[in-house]
């Protein structure tokens, strides 16, 4: 295995944070400013363990700041047409195509995200979904009209909701606040969104873009602090209609009681544990390079990842020798080179972590092949694969977020498909088989909010990301993401013009 840690370019070279956002990283009422918390925040490349800006973090005066700002823009941004908002949107992706280099840049540096990723999926996913959300923008559809009393006409409008407030995680910032900031946008909203404080740089970039694209000020504010005191602080605000969280199961609990007490709508995009389950009469190689693909994708931390493969038993021995083999030929590398297949954690003490649901597994499982980091800087971890763990096991159950599959035998369809549904997740799974009953029979049962069916990964801007169960609930891209950023209002015509409406006999008895 090649493995070349470390990074030999200067960090000007790759994006120079520190100059970009000399002002401060916070984004309120169209331009940057520096935070009042008094505390700072280090944001470090994780290929090299070295600082590469630090700023002042928000704290409850900034997300208030924010809150008003957004407040103050909604009745311009919702009173605007949907043409409007939507040439808007398209401007913006116009721009965010021009700066493509630019946020890719900005995406690996904060990430440790080897560029080909960043360049090829998180950059380009999110130009597609702005022009996803463009198009969709004239297509907010409430229910046709129709006389439903016959003297009475009825109509359903759809209409934003006010103020948004958004909270994402490390793993895909980019990808993350295009998610939230543009169905909410699109309907009219306006939003404040708290990146990750490890990862803002290209939450910032965006909005930037978004007013440079002519989407007025205070539409779009992001609020760069921590989780408890200015996440908090936004998920608790009096203004802030909606909340919309993507990260752990553990915080999503904690926003969904603060958001409980102000009523809020209440969007949550958690953990998932995704299965990967293979059937006797799979194509081998297709199920072995898309399970060495989807569990290592983004060094592992992504929530759709295949994280248990579960192998039927007749391709289980060959199955865990090719996949062995194949995570062994990927090259570990410096994140800013063409040729990196795979970056580091997000940090030593996320590796540290992932290193150590590893080495609590030696004692119950065999670490198949991978199971340490490489010699040198930077926070990486081999690609590894774990078989014989018990499907009560810590690695079977928990979410590691890291490079490791694990690998477990099942012998009939029912049994395979029970242990795919056992853990408390449910956000993606897949099936490999080649028998249209079986698929079709696992698409059914499958309790997760996506199944691909002989492929593991691929996102649409068209269809609709959510989980079920533990994985949480509501809608990331699509049309359905409307439905979370909107509210339905039912409007009611009396057509007949009579002042005593024969349902008035109810109150006036028959007079
Ligand atoms: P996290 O839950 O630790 O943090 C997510 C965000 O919440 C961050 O911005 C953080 O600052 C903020 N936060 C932390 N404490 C808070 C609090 N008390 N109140 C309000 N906000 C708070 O998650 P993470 O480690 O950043 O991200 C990884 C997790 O995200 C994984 O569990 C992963 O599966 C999940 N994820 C889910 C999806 C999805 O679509 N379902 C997508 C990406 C990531």
Redesign the pocket.
């Known amino acids: 295995m090649d493995t070349d840690t470390g990074n030999r370019f200067p960090v000007e070279d790759r994006f120079p944070a520190q100059d970009r956002f000399a002002a401060g990283a916070q984004y309120i009422g169209g331009r940057l400013r520096p935070g009042t918390s008094g505390r700072h925040q280090e944001i470090v490349d994780p290929a090299t363990g070295d600082t590469v800006h630090t700023y002042e973090l928000a704290g409850p005066a900034d997300v208030d700041a924010a809150v008003a700002a957004a407040k103050e823009a909604f009745p311009g941004w919702s009173g605007a047409t949907p043409g409007e908002r939507s040439e808007a949107l398209h401007r913006l992706a116009g721009v965010l195509a021009e700066r493509a280099e630019e946020f890719a840049r900005a995406e690996s540096l904060q990430c440790g995200k080897p560029i080909k990723l960043s360049r090829e999926f998180d950059v380009p996913g999110t130009i597609d979904n702005t022009a996803f959300f463009a198009g969709a923008a004239r297509h907010l559809e409430g229910k046709s009209a129709g006389e439903y009393s016959g003297d009475h006409t009825s109509y359903v409008r759809r209409e934003p909701l006010g103020v948004i407030g958004s909270?994402?995680?490390?793993?895909?910032p980019l990808q993350?606040a295009a998610w939230k900031i543009l169905p909410a946008i699109a309907a009219g909203n306006t939003i404040v969104l708290?990146?990750?404080?490890t990862t803002p740089l290209t939450s910032l970039l965006f909005a930037q873009a978004a007013t440079e694209a002519g989407i007025p000020d205070g539409v779009v504010n992001i609020v760069s602090g921590?989780?408890?005191d200015a996440?908090?602080h936004?998920?608790g605000h009096p203004d802030v209609v909606m909340t919309s969280?993507?990260?752990?199961?553990?915080?999503?609990k904690?926003?969904a009681e603060?958001a409980t007490r102000t009523v809020k709508r209440l969007h949550l995009?958690?953990?998932?544990k995704a299965p990967f389950l293979v059937f006797d009469d799979a194509d081998l190689t297709a199920a072995v390079h898309g399970a060495v693909a989807a569990s290592l994708i983004n060094t592992g931390?992504?929530?759709t990842a295949a994280t248990r493969a579960y192998v039927q038993r007749p391709l289980y021995e060959a199955f865990v020798e090719q996949v062995a083999a194949l995570m062994e030929t990927v090259r570990l590398g410096d994140p800013f080179r063409e040729d990196t297949d795979l970056g580091p954690l997000i940090s030593y003490a996320h590796r540290d972590r992932v290193a150590a649901f590893v080495e609590r597994a030696r004692a119950y499982a065999r670490i198949v092949t991978g199971g340490e980091a490489p010699e040198g800087r930077g926070a990486y971890y081999r690609p590894t694969l774990i078989a014989d763990a018990a499907q009560d096991s810590e690695v079977v159950q928990a979410?590691i977020?890291g490079p490791v599959l694990v690998v477990l035998p099942f012998d009939t369809d029912d049994e395979g498909l029970a242990l795919a549904n056992d853990t408390p997740y449910g956000?993606a799974a897949s099936v490999w088989s080649r028998d249209v009953y079986r698929t079709g029979r696992a698409t059914r049962e499958i309790k997760a909010g996506c199944v691909w069916v002989n492929d593991h990964i691929p996102i649409l801007s068209e269809m609709p990301?959510?989980?079920y169960r533990a994985?949480?609930y509501g809608k990331?891209m699509s049309a359905y993401s409307f439905e979370e950023y909107t509210q339905v209002k039912h409007v009611m015509y009396d057509n007949s013009a009579v002042a005593a409406k024969d349902w008035h006999r109810t109150i006036f008895g028959d007079r």
């Open positions: 909270i994402a995680p490390w793993n895909y993350m708290k990146p990750a404080e921590a989780g408890k996440g908090e936004l998920v969280f993507t990260g752990s199961t553990g915080i999503g904690r926003v603060i995009e958690l953990g998932g931390q992504d929530c979410e977020f956000l990301h959510g989980g994985s949480g990331d």
